[in-house]
């Protein structure tokens, strides 16, 4: 038994196939302009989802604070 290849065009069409005139021609604007998007016009908010650090503190100031701020207990327990 042969397995058939679809596209993903041929399953996009099958999803819209049922949809109004209106809707497809709404569809198709919509898919139009997104094809027009500039180099420079790219959606970077998918950046907001790994939780970048923004600070108006220098590096140096940052780690400073963090290795004062830092606490460690050396003391080995016994087994």
């Excluded at 099958?14 to 569809?27: F, N, R, T």
């Excluded at 016009?41 to 400073?64: H, N, R, V, Y």
């Amino acid at each position: 038994m042969e397995v058939k290849r679809i596209s993903i065009a041929d399953n996009f069409l099958g999803m819209i196939k049922s949809l109004s005139a209106d809707v497809k021609v709404e569809l198709i604007g919509k898919i139009t302009e997104s094809t027009r998007v500039k180099e420079d016009e790219k959606d970077d908010s998918w950046k907001a989802l790994f939780g970048a650090w923004q600070s108006d503190q220098t590096a140096e100031k940052i780690i400073e604070e963090l290795r004062t701020d830092r606490f460690t207990n050396r003391k080995i327990e016994d087994l």
